[in-house]
């Protein structure tokens, strides 16, 4: 039999603008829209959560006052926009280490209103007397949000606005330490185009000079005066463990006593 003639094999043109797709490049670009689509849902999250409190905030600011008259400037107290255990935890509210204060008097004093008996009259005058100061405070802040055309209240507004009552405060508010020695090792600078029309930044010192060497051996004495303030804040916190502790075992005497004294009931 003739054999048969084979057929020449026809060629494929693959055209110059098909482009063949590297399997690498596509896993590449599908776990960049995976995680642009997981910042995204994160973000609304964020959105979500902060529009729901906004909302929870105005509904107490509007209950404790803020929404009666135009002129109010939420001093109209219709209900406590602060509670009285609130107040209890800001009258007993102390530094956990001596690195917050310097003064060892304003020190000792907070130790001894952390560990000292608040009654219940005292508290519902003290309770009274918050409510009222933090009102005009955060009228205050607020005035000062919105000249400086900002949204957001930050401590610094805060500060600004308790700066005129420091001569009749108690305590002094000071900035942490760990603040200004961060502040100190911070890098601060400029964005500038080099030659090749790309922004670098240009290091210019740190946000706070560094310290001198007069004030270098001033810190080593205050690390020696912090040293001492931790030492005072624990003396006070075991001093009071051990108060409490007898208080609860003369309590538990007494009980103890007392049902000792009483008659045993004849049987029936």
């Known amino acids: 039999m003739p054999k048969k003639k084979q057929q020449p094999e026809e060629e494929v043109e693959v055209s110059s603008d098909e482009e063949i797709e590297d399997p690498i490049v596509q896993d590449e670009e599908e776990e960049e829209e995976e995680d642009s689509k997981k910042e995204r849902d ?4 964020r959105n979500l959560r902060k529009k729901a409190r906004n909302v929870g905030y105005r509904k107490l600011a509007a209950e404790a006052g803020a929404g009666i008259g135009l002129n109010s400037s939420a001093i109209d107290m219709t209900k406590y926009a602060i509670s009285k255990s609130d107040v209890e935890r800001l009258a007993k509210w102390c530094y956990e280490t001596g690195e917050g204060i310097e003064d060892e008097k304003q020190l000792n004093e907070r130790l001894e209103m952390k ?10 005058v003290l309770h009274a007397h918050v409510e009222s100061f933090a009102r005009n405070i955060m009228s205050d802040v607020v005035t000062r949000v919105f000249d400086g055309a900002s949204s957001t209240v930050t ?45 670098q930044w240009v290091p210019n010192g740190t946000v706070l000079p560094g310290l001198t060497e007069e004030e270098q051996v001033k810190l080593e004495d205050k690390k020696v005066a912090l040293k001492a303030r931790n030492k005072m804040i624990k003396s006070k916190e075991r001093s009071h463990a051990l108060k409490k502790d007898e208080a609860k075992k003369r309590r538990e005497a007494k009980v103890a006593e007392h049902r000792a004294e009483e008659p045993v009931s004849a049987a029936v």
């Open 155 to 199: 401590a610094a507004h805060v500060r600004s606005a308790l700066r005129k009552l420091k001569p009749v405060l108690d305590f002094d508010f000071e900035c942490p330490a760990g603040i200004i020695d961060h502040a100190r090792g911070s890098e601060k600078g400029v964005f500038a185009v080099d030659e090749d029309g790309e922004r």
């Open 115 to 124: 560990f000292s008996s608040l009654p219940e009259g005292a508290l519902s």
């Open 42 to 45: 994160q973000a609304s999250i």
